[in-house]
């Protein structure tokens, strides 16, 4: 199983961009999926996350800025980021609990990060 992100880039405060991390591989099944941010020197924090059946949760410093949404017949998992301010400026990372076919229980993966950077 393998998580591929993409969409990062460089933007100006008050920018948008869209990140994407569609999961692949030996799939049963995908439970909650999630995007994580980390800055040099500190911990990785939740950004947003959602459900399969589609309950969401954000940071309270992304609220209404950040929207997360899924595309459950492509496995795809997506954060569309709004009103980006330079404080936003970090490596964002997908998560996806996975149930891989013909194994019991379900495993937490990764996918390589994609910068995100804001400009003051």
């Known amino acids: 199983v393998q998580l591929q992100a993409s969409g990062g880039g460089l933007v100006q405060a008050g920018g948008s961009l869209r990140l994407s991390c569609v999961a692949s591989?030996?799939?049963?099944?995908?439970?909650?999926m999630a995007w994580f941010r980390q800055v040099p020197g500190k911990q990785r924090e939740l950004v947003a996350a959602?459900?399969?059946?589609?309950?969401?949760n954000y940071a309270d410093s992304v609220k209404g800025r950040f929207t997360i949404s899924r595309d459950y017949a492509e496995n795809t998992v997506n954060l569309q980021m709004d009103s980006l301010k330079p404080e936003d400026t970090a490596v964002y990372y997908c998560?996806?609990?996975?149930?891989?076919?013909?194994?019991?229980?379900?495993?937490?993966?990764w996918g390589k990060g994609t910068q995100v950077t804001v400009s003051s």
């Open positions: 959602i459900t399969s059946g589609g309950d969401t």
């Open positions: 998560n996806a609990n996975i149930q891989e076919l013909r194994r019991y229980g379900t495993m937490a993966y």
């Open positions: 591989g030996s799939i049963h099944s995908i439970n909650a």
